[in-house]
């Protein structure tokens, strides 16, 4: 239903696909080039083109043959482009590509915005929470998993990781080069050990000091 309106929106120009993919392409898991390869697809099916071929997009993209093939490969692959059978008046079914798979993903990051909204305006303690998704979202570059929200949620509320703790685990794992959820939260948990290490130490120093005191 969300894809058939949207669609009707594009079509009656009350929308305009490429300003929708200019927005969201890096939230939907997009790099630069794929995006305005999308954009150039768009064009040829406003033109009534409705096949691919590599050798007229290499004009428009300064790309070789081979890597709008593998671009080409790519989008198809990660779901972002496909290809569907339609029948024309006289009966003759042709192959034409679609960008439905891409305006699904539009469609669902806006849905997943709209609702972290509503959800940030009933729980305005859920700012910490919040402030993590978007910086993970934009390191990511793609919406977080509703797991991978949970996980955000349980290092706030269940283990008492306050946001620059997470923070600097986050840049740290940027360092790294392992921007993972997983990884984060293995580098959280490995601090909170060594803290609750040193923790135990100095309780232990207090506690012979406070022994020693007692018995002299």
Known sequence: MDLLFIKKLIEDHLLDFDRLLKKTYRQ??????EAFFLMELNSLKHKGIHSINPLVLTEHLSLSVEETTDLLNSMMQRDYLSFEIIENKQGLTTESFSLDQTLIKIIDYYKHHIEAEIVKAKNPSDTDENEIAEILE??????????????????????????????DAIIEAVKSGKTS????????????KVKDEKSIKTQRKKSKVLKDFLES
Request: no cysteine; proline share 2%; hydrophobic share 40%.
């Open 138 to 167: 934009t390191q990511l570059q793609r919406q977080l998993k509703p797991i991978e929200v949970e996980i955000i949620i349980k290092w706030i509320k269940d283990y008492r990781y306050d946001k620059f703790q997470i923070k």
């Open 28 to 33: 939907i898991g997009l790099k630069e080039i």
């Open 181 to 192: 959820i997983s990884y984060i939260d293995g580098i959280l948990l490995k601090k909170s």
